[in-house]
């Protein structure tokens, strides 16, 4: 199917230079398809930061490099601690307590699970 799109000629010069582009970028365009668990989309990229940008609008942002710094990591384990199904109050409760789980393994061994089924 993707040969017989990038075969196609138009009377659009421009729609004629995109396809050649397919042409010629083939097996990068294809790159997807060697990971089909992976969405083809960064929805959940842009829905991931929504929240932060809301509340950096309204209260005026931080006043230093190292407040934006912390707030970025905070929201980073937020959405980490999100998307492995962890409490991020009870994450930061053990943390404070010196006895945190290990995201990072968490994080390694979802995906270690999710390509080995692939």
């Known amino acids: 199917m993707y040969d017989e799109i990038v075969r196609m000629n138009s009377i659009s ?62 929201m980073t384990l937020k959405q980490t601690c999100y998307r492995l199904g962890v409490s991020f109050f009870g994450f930061m409760k053990e943390w404070f307590g010196r006895d945190p789980v290990n995201l990072a393994e968490m994080v390694a061994e979802k995906y270690r699970a999710q390509y080995a089924a692939a």
Do not use: C
Not at 39 to 63: A, Q
């Open 13 to 74: 010069k421009e729609i004629n230079e995109v396809i050649a582009s397919f042409k010629k970028y083939r097996e990068e365009m294809l790159k997807a398809l060697d990971y089909p668990k992976l969405p083809l989309h960064n929805n959940d990229s842009e829905r991931d930061i929504r929240g932060m940008v809301k509340r950096r609008n309204i209260s005026g942002s931080t006043k230093s490099d190292e407040g934006r710094a912390f707030r970025d990591g905070l």
